[in-house]
């Protein structure tokens, strides 16, 4: 018999039914039908197994089909394939001189003809040269293409490369060599990719470093790394039930070099670390950029991410931790973009600005302040459990072991931050000249000594020509958890009319210490206006060249008076005085102005027959008559509950 049909697999679509599965050609034995499921959903296959999963009736010598029943309903969303394996063993035996066995050969002829449809099935299914082609189909050996994929070269012969070569505008630091297994030495490689003047990749690893990589302006300009994870905010930390995790599932450097104060994971700068470069063209560094990067300082590295003049930055997502020193240390930036920047147990600071000029003396006598910082947003700040190595105690310094040292020049921005749990002050707002701002800030469990959440120092440049005062800045939209908003320092804006300090919409603090009377506050919390020591913000009389010093927020005062003729008590006061002025009319002195006269006065008599009413208010100022049922003056049972409600000109 002949085999006249190429057919070696039949595929059947599963519905829930156990359907009879025709195969309509030779098979010569059942084991020669093997099959395969797979989800239509997730794509996995199975093997089938032949006598467990399916039986196959009909094989043999004079088979022309079979019939295949599966074991148990194929399921909708599962299909099968099944096909015709039988090999190429060749199992006919022919005597020397002896009969003519036309059937042996007839299906030994079968049997190849089987297994070249079979042959030819395999091979339709295989990737192909054109005919025209001379290309050399031979692969990579194993270690050759170890980690990498495979691809062509210029003339079309396959290689092993690493992905990115196949997208050449884009480059991965394992182009470099770098490996990120947390053994290898990838310093070299990481500066490599660096010194190569481009953005470049970083898959999720544990670069390890021995020594600081290092970005100057005289090799080194738009480069940066651009991780493919997202940092981890809490390091080698598994949550109940969670994935497992380490240093090698987020892009981080870890530095694991020696130590000392000229120590950074990543430093930026023409000198070395600690060292002020001078201000010129050729020492500003531009278009530096660096995303889903983690810092580890491994707790060797004074800093984390090391800084000075830069240009046009752009840095977000990104982690500094584990410093000896300051997680962030970043002076003389100049426009550009920190955004959702994280700094979490480092020994020192978390973030720092601009501290460069009291930390390291870069006062600017020739250099004009390279500390400085101006024309930058900082965004999405969040400074965790700094401070915790005890060189750094804020006892010895407000600044030491803060959460955030801002220490802007002009037109700086931190929108949006928070600090938590760290030694010294929670946020510390040192301005050395104008139009910077600290907007929508929380602080909570900071400075356990004195319990600081918010400094705010007044800081006069040291910087000739630009030295003096700071003026026009501002606090506004921020939360202190029952923590003080300390102001010191140099008092500010000393001679000008616009620019004392402005503190508004600030609420939940315990009080307010200050050291002067320059500032504002605008709309704070009762409690922490109401529980101010120090200096009280300057009055309207006090005011710089006329310029009112106005906090807009509402008071509430309550007092009750016995206020019988010859005999005024006071049961409780609210820095009020009260003065009998004649039978029935009593003049009352508020201590701290009411802003404008528009303010109300809620006021009670003792007795139900008393009539009372409010007369010539004025800010500091009011007079009560007292009357009976008949309107007739009178100082009979004159107890008065009263409160005053309004703005108060502080």
């Known amino acids: 018999m002949s085999v006249s049909s190429e057919l070696y697999k039949v595929n059947v679509v599963g519905d829930g039914s156990t359907p009879t599965i025709a195969f309509n050609r030779k098979v010569f034995n059942s084991t020669d039908i093997k099959g395969f499921k ?343 700040l969040w400074a965790y459990n700094n401070g915790l190595d005890a060189t750094y105690d804020e006892t010895s310094a407000p600044s030491d072991g803060a959460g955030i040292f801002f220490r802007p020049h002009r037109g700086c921005t931190i929108d949006r931050c928070t600090a938590e749990l760290n030694d010294g002050v929670g946020i510390l707002f040192a301005p050395t000249s104008s139009g910077n701002s600290v907007l929508n800030f929380y602080t909570e469990l900071n400075d356990p000594t004195t319990n600081n959440g918010v400094v705010f120092e007044g800081t006069p440049d040291p910087s000739p020509p630009y030295s003096g005062v700071s003026y026009g800045n501002l606090m506004a939209n921020g939360f202190i958890a029952a923590e003080d908003l300390l102001i010191q320092g140099t008092e500010p804006s000393t001679g000008r009319t616009e620019g004392s300090p402005e503190f508004r919409n600030i609420s939940g603090g315990s009080g307010i210490a200050a050291t002067y009377t320059n500032y504002r506050l605008v709309n704070v919390d009762q409690g922490m206006a109401g529980s101010i020591t120090g200096s009280s913000p300057r009055s309207e009389a006090g005011a710089v060249n006329n310029h009112p010093v106005v906090a807009d927020y509402a008071t509430q005062a309550y007092a009750t008076f016995d206020a019988t003729a010859g005999s005024i008590s006071t049961t409780e006061s609210f820095n009020c005085s009260i003065a009998y002025a004649g039978t029935g009319i009593y003049d009352v002195t508020i201590a701290d102005d009411m802003s404008n006269a528009n303010y109300t006065v809620a006021i009670a008599p003792a007795a139900s027959n008393r009539i009372v009413a409010i007369t010539t208010k004025a800010v500091g100022s009011f007079r009560i008559l007292h009357t009976n049922a008949s309107a007739a003056a009178t100082n009979s049972s004159a107890v008065l509950s009263l409160a005053v409600i309004g703005k108060r000109t502080v």
Not at 161 to 173: F, G, H, N, R
């Open 38 to 380: 797979y989800d239509t959903t997730t794509y996995v296959e199975t093997a089938l197994v032949n006598g467990t999963d399916f039986t196959v009736a009909g094989a043999g010598d004079t088979s022309s089909s079979v019939t295949i029943t599966p074991s148990s309903a194929i399921p909708a969303g599962t299909n099968w394939v099944m096909f015709s394996d039988a090999g190429n063993a060749q199992s006919t035996t022919l005597a020397t001189a002896g009969e003519f066995q036309a059937k042996s050969l007839e299906y030994t002829f079968d049997r190849l003809a089987i297994g070249t449809q079979e042959a030819d099935g395999k091979a339709d299914r295989a990737l192909k040269l054109p005919i025209s082609d001379t290309a050399s189909t031979e692969i990579p050996n194993a270690t050759d293409r170890a980690n990498k994929v495979l691809g062509f070269d210029a003339n079309g012969a396959i290689q092993a490369v690493t992905a990115s070569a196949l997208t050449p505008e884009y480059k991965s630091v394992t182009d470099f060599g770098a490996v990120g297994n947390g053994v290898a030495d990838d310093t070299a490689a990481l500066q490599g990719a660096l010194d190569s003047n481009a953005l470049v990749i970083m898959p999720a690893g544990k670069y390890r470093t021995t020594s600081n990589l290092v970005i100057d302006p005289i090799r080194n300009r738009n480069c940066g790394f651009i991780g493919s994870v997202s940092p981890s905010i809490y390091p080698a930390t598994q949550q109940t039930g969670g994935p497992a995790w380490d240093g090698t599932k987020e892009c981080q450097i870890f530095y694991d070099g020696s130590t000392g104060s000229t120590t950074a994971v990543i430093a930026i700068s023409a000198e070395a670390v600690g060292t002020e470069p001078s201000s010129t063209f050729e020492n500003t560094i531009w278009g530096v950029r660096f995303e889903n990067i983690t810092f580890n300082g491994n707790d060797k590295a004074k800093y984390g991410f090391y800084a000075a003049r830069l240009q046009q930055p752009y840095v977000t997502n990104c982690v500094a931790r584990q410093c000896e020193g300051d997680g962030w240390y970043i002076n003389g930036t100049y426009s550009g973009m920190f955004q959702n920047i994280i700094a979490r147990s480092n020994g020192g600071r978390g973030i720092s600005i601009g501290a460069a000029d009291p930390d390291l003396n870069w006062s600017g006598t020739t250099n004009h302040g390279n500390w400085k910082c101006n024309g930058v947003l900082f965004s999405n």
